[in-house]
């Protein structure tokens, strides 16, 4: 208890870890779990059913776990879950998921979140990604792990952006964002992939390889969306280091839906 500042106001049935701190005029609701080693800093307001793994860091002025910005909620007790290790910068907020979707709000591990992001109802949030300051999800978005969005980054609802993918600042989407994609624009265009950044992952030059010929097909050769999958699959053969990678690039191109699209 020596770590809660006495000016919090932490509900008697919130659950705590003992190695959680709790900075100054914090309010804390009593259906949120905090897991060991996290730090939540002084004026948040943490509140629904929300929980929150280990050895996050959050910073001051955030506002988790509030009711979707959504006509339709009637107080049903959806949920935000947030992982491990996670450092959330100041004046951010995350809403509580919406009995529309699967009613979970859900944050994954290592993410790096900068000031005044806005996470909305039912976003599904990868591992290791980076989100620049004032990054704006409408409902429904997914983020697969080690996405980066700069800032002032605007994504529509329903909109996914594959793993490694890549935003520049104020670009703003409307349509899905293939893995190693990266786009600029408003709206918002391919202008390569993310070649630096697989490398400082430690990419084989064979796997990086792959990932080249998977641009080229599907924004250099003029091929429509069916033609260019059909030549990422037979990838797979002449590339057979990439074949993990070409396989996440087909299933995200098979969930994407005629109406919405690719970013291209």
């Given at each position: 208890m020596l770590l809660i500042h006495p000016t919090a106001l932490v509900d008697s049935a919130a659950e705590l870890d003992s190695t959680v701190s709790v900075g100054p005029y914090t309010v804390i609701g009593p259906h949120v779990k905090v897991g060991s080693g996290t730090t939540i800093g002084p004026h948040c307001v943490i509140e629904g059913h929300t929980t929150i793994g280990s050895d996050n860091r959050i910073f001051q002025f955030n506002s988790l776990g509030a009711i979707p910005q959504d006509k339709k909620y009637a107080g049903e007790p959806c949920e935000l879950r947030i992982g491990d290790r996670?450092?959330?910068?100041?004046?951010?907020?995350?809403?509580?998921?919406?009995?529309?979707?699967?009613?979970?709000?859900?944050?994954?591990n290592d993410n790096w979140i900068?000031?005044?992001?806005?996470?909305?109802?039912?976003?599904?949030?990868?591992?290791?990604?980076?989100?620049?300051?004032?990054?704006?999800?409408?409902?429904?978005?997914?983020?697969?792990?080690?996405?980066?969005?700069?800032?002032?980054?605007?994504?529509?609802?329903?909109?996914?952006?594959?793993?490694?993918?890549?935003?520049?600042?104020?670009?703003?989407?409307?349509?899905?964002?293939?893995?190693?994609?990266?786009?600029?624009?408003?709206?918002?265009?391919?202008?390569?992939?993310?070649?630096?950044?697989?490398?400082?992952?430690?990419?084989?030059?064979?796997?990086?390889?792959?990932v080249k010929a998977m641009h080229k097909a599907l924004y250099r050769d003029d091929l429509t969306l069916d033609q260019a999958r059909t030549r990422i699959a037979e990838l797979a053969l002449s590339h057979p280091d990439t074949a993990v990678d070409v396989a996440m690039m087909q299933s995200f191109l098979d969930k994407t839906s005629p109406q919405r699209g690719i970013v291209r």
């Open positions: 996670n450092t959330i910068r100041e004046f951010c907020t995350f809403n509580i998921g919406s009995p529309g979707d699967t009613g979970v709000t859900q944050i994954g900068m000031a005044y992001v806005h996470l909305a109802h039912d976003c599904l949030v990868g591992n290791n990604t980076i989100f620049a300051n004032n990054s704006q999800l409408a409902g429904h978005v997914q983020v697969d792990d080690w996405v980066i969005l700069g800032g002032f980054t605007v994504v529509h609802q329903f909109v996914r952006l594959g793993a490694h993918s890549m935003t520049a600042m104020c670009s703003l989407l409307f349509a899905d964002l293939p893995p190693f994609v990266m786009c600029q624009g408003q709206p918002a265009a391919a202008r390569s992939m993310n070649f630096e950044g697989l490398r400082r992952r430690g990419w084989s030059p064979e796997r990086i390889s792959g």
